[in-house]
């Protein structure tokens, strides 16, 4: 609501900025191919103030890309043409842990453990699944009191 409230007019105000610029300006110049670009990409722009959820910026999905984008080059000639796609499968799993807030050493050590044992529960081993499981699991002990 406060988004909705305080950016809003504020955003209003810079669209009507840019549209009245707009007419001033050659339309493939820099400054004109920016304008048309922002109008263009205008209901993205201001998406977040209607959605509590989304953040203003992407610098969230930037960071976590930065490890792949940096080892791309070290990954070139990775040795296997299934390499590739494992490697990436480990790394999303290793970054959907961080963003859930669950150490990745952990995660890894409990479901490469019980996967193996009963392979029909991949399901409630991905991270989302693993992290419900074991804050419940968490809460139980807790709630059980000091070991006597």
């Known amino acids: 609501a406060l988004r909705r409230q305080e950016s809003r007019p504020i955003l209003e105000s810079i669209k009507d900025l840019i549209v009245a610029k707009r007419s001033a300006l050659l339309p493939q110049s820099g400054l004109g191919m920016a304008i048309s670009y922002t109008l263009d990409q205008w209901e993205s722009l201001i998406r977040y103030v209607d959605v509590a ?9 930037e960071r976590s890309l930065r490890p792949v984008v940096i080892g791309r080059k070290n990954w070139l000639f990775i040795g296997h043409p299934n390499a590739g796609p494992r490697a990436a499968t480990i790394m999303s799993l290793i970054e959907t842990c961080r963003r859930l807030g669950i150490e990745p050493y952990e995660y890894l050590k409990d479901v490469l453990t019980e996967l193996p044992k009963d392979p ?29």
């Open 120 to 148: 029909s529960r991949a399901s409630t081993l991905t991270p989302r699944a693993w992290l419900a499981t074991h804050a419940t699991n968490g809460a139980e002990k807790a709630s059980d009191g000091p070991a006597q």
């Open 53 to 61: 959820e989304a953040e203003i910026d992407n610098n969230g999905a």
